[in-house]
T-cell receptor, first 113, second 115 residues
Framework: AQKVTQAQTEISVVEKEDVTLDCVYETRDTTYYLFWYKQPPSGELVFLIRRNSFDEQNEISGRYSWNFQKSTSSFNFTITASQVVDSAVYFCALGLNDYKLSFGAGTTVTVRA | DTAVSQTPKYLVTQMGNDKSIKCEQNLGHDTMYWYKQDSKKFLKIMFSYNNKELIINETVPNRFSPKSPDKAHLNLHINSLELGDSAVYFC??????????????FGPGTRLTVL
């Protein structure tokens, strides 16, 4: 069965610090998709990124970057120079050849001014 | 324009009542979903419809019944509400060409509180 583990329950940083969120996944499928979503205090779920299993290239979008390593089954997310608006719960999710997303338990990030 | 909308945003009701949550998407997507987020923020799929056909039905009590009148709408009806049904319910949609591959876009959530 597929599984997504976000070992960090909570992370607290001071503004401008970098923060890295870990995501480790388990699947026997060779084709799969990985996602990150953000849930700010207002409660909605915001899509951040999608990656397929054949593309290990790292991605950067502004202050956000993602490191995908198949060798360690990890898809980690880094926020550079964090801001208070980055405070949220961040979810990693795994999509296989069905219609479901399997979510990790989420990591709560608190950025203090 | 809101892509995936849900009504109501908050729902407070007594145990034993029947209630419905409505979801609409204007993205032209073929597939819609219901997820439940519990008090510990854990998200779990409940149902999925593709072109009005039920394709995912996880181990959800029979008191929960999804209904899709057309591919832009997926409603969730809950009978005989119990305390344990209190949660945030999210609707989502995706343009599924390859299952698992397509990004799911979520509605704002409906916070259900059963007293």
């Amino acid at each position: 069965a597929q599984k997504v583990t976000q070992a960090q329950t909570e992370i607290s940083v001071v503004e401008k610090e970098d923060v890295t969120l870990d995501c480790v996944y388990e699947t026997r499928d060779t084709t799969y998709y990985l996602f990150w979503y953000k849930q700010p205090p207002s409660g909605e779920l915001v899509f951040l990124i999608r990656r397929n299993s054949f593309d290990e290239q790292n991605e950067i979008s502004g202050r956000y970057s993602w490191n995908f390593q198949k060798s360690t089954s990890s898809f980690n997310f880094t926020i550079t120079a964090s801001q208070v608006v980055d405070s949220a719960v961040y979810f990693c999710a795994l999509g296989l050849n069905d219609y479901k997303l399997s979510f990790g338990a989420g990591t709560t990030v608190t950025v203090r001014a | 324009d809101t892509a995936v909308s849900q009504t109501p945003k908050y729902l407070v009701t007594q145990m034993g009542n029947d209630k419905s949550i409505k979801c609409e998407q204007n993205l032209g997507h073929d597939t819609m979903y219901w997820y439940k987020q519990d008090s510990k923020k854990f998200l779990k799929i409940m149902f999925s419809y593709n072109n009005k056909e039920l394709i995912i039905n996880e181990t959800v009590p029979n008191r929960f019944s999804p209904k899709s009148p057309d591919k832009a709408h997926l409603n969730l009806h809950i009978n005989s509400l119990e305390l344990g049904d209190s949660a945030v319910y999210f609707c989502a949609s995706s343009q599924v060409q390859r299952p698992g591959a397509d990004t799911q876009y979520f509605g704002p959530g409906t916070r259900l509180t059963v007293l």
